[in-house]
């Protein structure tokens, strides 16, 4: 069963314009990850965010994580074509290796 | 490294046909992970393993699947005998236990007529 949720579920934006997805969970998490997914390719991880942490920065992109609402949120600034991808959080819980993956929001970069 | 390896890329296969895919995790992660893909159920995690040993098992859809990691640089996951139903990307991908960061191959593509 998917715990994560991401909103919305499909973007598309002007090159050079931010992107925010969401995302939000159900149960408590130990980490939140992101990954990145481009049309039939396997998942990269982008960046991981522990619970302790409320934001995390790498490269363009920016993470930030509210326990207390159970939700992350994940900005690409200043896009390029390249970004162009589906984007996935996954959360793991306390104990618990396996990761819990959402639905995903597809992000189109028009040039 | 050459990252997560997986074979055959493509796989078409008639129903009640048996099925093994392949994977070659990162040297070093003690972490290996099966999942597959579909439009509408998503990323679904099917098993996993730590050094070797099966640790959770409970995404196996059914008994028509198995999976075996005899050692630390091959896996596979077999199903015996296939349904069309089971048409998706199947992805392996393997991590250290320290980050839980993962690292995907590049999925096998499995359609059943």
């Known amino acids: 069963s998917q715990q994560g949720e991401e909103d919305p579920q499909a973007l598309s934006i002007q090159e050079g314009e931010n992107a925010t997805m969401n995302c939000s969970y159900k149960?408590?998490?130990?980490?939140l990850q992101w990954y990145r997914q481009n049309s039939g390719r396997g998942l990269v991880h982008l960046i991981l965010?522990?619970?302790?942490?409320r934001e995390k920065h790498s490269g363009r992109l920016r993470v930030t994580l509210d326990t207390s609402k159970k939700s992350s949120s994940l900005l690409i600034t200043a896009s390029r074509a390249a970004d162009t991808a589906s984007y996935f959080c996954?959360?793991?819980?306390?104990?618990?290796?396996?990761?819990?993956f959402g639905a995903g929001t597809t992000v189109t970069v028009r040039a | 490294d050459a990252g997560v390896i997986q074979s055959p890329r493509h796989e078409v296969t008639e129903m009640g046909q048996e099925v093994t895919l392949r994977c070659k995790p990162i040297?070093?992660?003690?972490?290996l992970f099966w999942y597959r893909q579909t439009m509408m159920r998503g990323l679904e995690l099917l098993i996993y393993?730590?050094?070797?040993?099966?640790?959770?098992d409970s995404g196996m859809p059914e008994d028509r699947f198995s999976a075996k990691m005899p050692n630390a640089s091959f896996s596979t996951l077999k199903i015996q005998p296939s349904e069309p139903r089971d048409s998706a990307v199947y992805f392996c991908?393997?991590?250290?236990?320290?980050?839980?960061?993962?690292?995907f191959g590049p999925g096998t593509r499995l359609t059943v007529l």
């Open positions: 040297s070093g992660h003690d972490y």
């Open positions: 965010i522990r619970s302790n942490e």
């Open positions: 991908a393997s991590s250290f236990p320290d980050t839980n960061e993962q690292f």
């Open positions: 996954a959360t793991d819980a306390p104990n618990d290796y396996k990761l819990s």
């Open positions: 393993f730590n050094n070797n040993v099966p640790i959770d």
């Open positions: 149960t408590s998490i130990n980490n």
